[in-house]
């Protein structure tokens, strides 16, 4: 009998959030996702075994509101030790994942029509809860290597009073920046003085390759200005669905007094119980110890790809934590780029040109405009380095850099 391999790589497929046939000779660097060969199968199997030994049957009820208690204990002392702060299980809410607790955040505190400042660029993806399905206002706000622009900040707070600020604050999706101390600090300054939420969208911050990064704004969960999204998708496997809102006492049990939670009991209260047991072995320790070491050499070898294959042609910041490159086209590039498609005004060439012709080669990226919540950033791209081991990272680089070619 024929059967799949454990970890196998996506079947042909077209891909809606990236515009890139995933078929199984396409390197698609667009993909955010985790290689699936560094999906911790072994773990979970042995956690799954050890927790259903305990014989109890209370991981297969209806869960407790916030959480399970026993998971919520383990995951605080977990955080404690990544985040350097003490984090209390009381502030704790037990989500399916964190974009299922951005949605549960905008569904608690906002009404369509209501105004958010977003990064600009952001999560693709959070832009869409955000704007298409709670169809909030959106206002874009700049960055630059060190994250937002407080400045603009302030000068959006004169003629908007937004609801909510969304932030990914620790190695940004897509740009890999880091919202420096100072600024974390001014922010949340600027929270209380005009009373917004800061939703920070966290699920970066302990997958970091060097020096620790800045206090997550879970360190200042106690403000009632915080709301910090987690999420084990990126340091243990996107498929358990299982994540965390990080906020004060009053505001968690806000969120466990809700209409979704008193109708269907603890979000994912199977998973936790399997994942407790992770947190309380080490289990989950060993295995993020293991990814950084993993994604910083898959780190230097797309860096080391780029300035073979890409060189001057675009700029870029080497990341020291998260998933993703964030390349800069060049002015020359764009210029040579702009002749070559026979664009009838200068700037009208486009990183999403250069997806069609990348498309043919069998790459793929995340074109800027994507991860705009007005459409800019036509001259940026964004590509992953998480999903492929490093011979495809070398192969789809040097790709990438033929296509660049065909436009000079």
């Known amino acids: 009998m024929t059967t799949n391999p454990v970890h196998p790589r996506p079947t042909p497929m077209y891909d809606r959030s990236t515009q890139v046939d995933r078929s199984a000779d396409s390197i698609n660097f667009g993909i955010g996702q985790p290689d699936f060969a560094l999906l911790p199968h072994a773990l979970m199997s042995e956690v799954a075994a050890e927790r259903f030994a305990e014989g109890d049957t209370e991981l297969l009820n209806y869960g407790f509101p916030q959480g399970d208690g026993r998971f919520r204990w383990a995951l605080a002392e977990f955080l404690s030790r990544g985040y350097g702060a003490p984090v209390q299980p009381q502030q704790l809410m037990i989500t399916a994942g964190a974009s299922q607790a951005l949605n549960l955040v905008c569904t608690l505190f906002t009404r369509p029509g209501d105004t958010v400042f977003v990064e600009e660029p952001s999560y693709f993806l959070a832009l869409r809860i955000l704007q298409e399905d709670h169809r909030l206002n959106a206002v874009p706000i700049p960055t630059d290597e060190h994250g937002l622009v407080l400045p603009a900040v302030e000068d959006a707070l004169t003629r908007h009073r937004p609801v909510l600020l969304y932030t990914i604050p620790t190695y940004q999706n897509p740009t890999g920046r880091t919202l420096s101390h100072s600024r974390r600090q001014q922010l949340l300054a600027l929270a209380e003085q005009h009373d917004f939420q800061i939703v920070a969208d966290e ?93 910083k050499k898959r780190v230097e070898a797309m860096d080391a ?41 200068p700037g009208q060439f486009n990183t999403t040109a250069l997806l069609d012709a990348a498309a043919d080669a069998k790459v793929g990226f995340l074109p800027g405009p994507r991860c705009s919540s007005v459409g800019a950033l036509n001259h940026c791209l964004r590509l992953c380095f998480a999903h492929y081991p490093i011979p495809e990272i070398h192969e789809g680089i040097r790709r990438l850099g033929r296509v660049f070619d065909t436009f000079q």
């Open 305 to 345: 790809a780029l300035h073979k294959h890409i060189g001057d042609r675009a700029a870029w910041t080497v990341p020291t934590g998260g998933f993703f490159f964030w390349l800069t086209c060049a002015d020359d590039f764009l210029a040579a780029a702009n002749r070559s498609t026979a664009a009838a005004t």
């Open 203 to 295: 699920v970066y911050h302990l997958l970091d390759f060097g020096s620790p990064p800045p206090a997550p704004f879970a360190a200042y969960a106690d403000s009632g200005r915080v709301l910090s999204l987690g999420s084990f998708s990126k340091i243990l496997a996107p498929g358990l669905r299982l994540g965390w809102v990080q906020t004060s006492e009053q505001q968690a049990r806000q969120f466990a007094d809700s209409g979704l939670v008193d109708s269907g009991g603890g979000l994912n209260q199977f998973t936790s119980n399997l994942v407790r047991v992770a947190l309380e072995g080490g289990g989950q320790q060993d295995y993020l110890d293991s990814l950084r070491r993993a994604y």
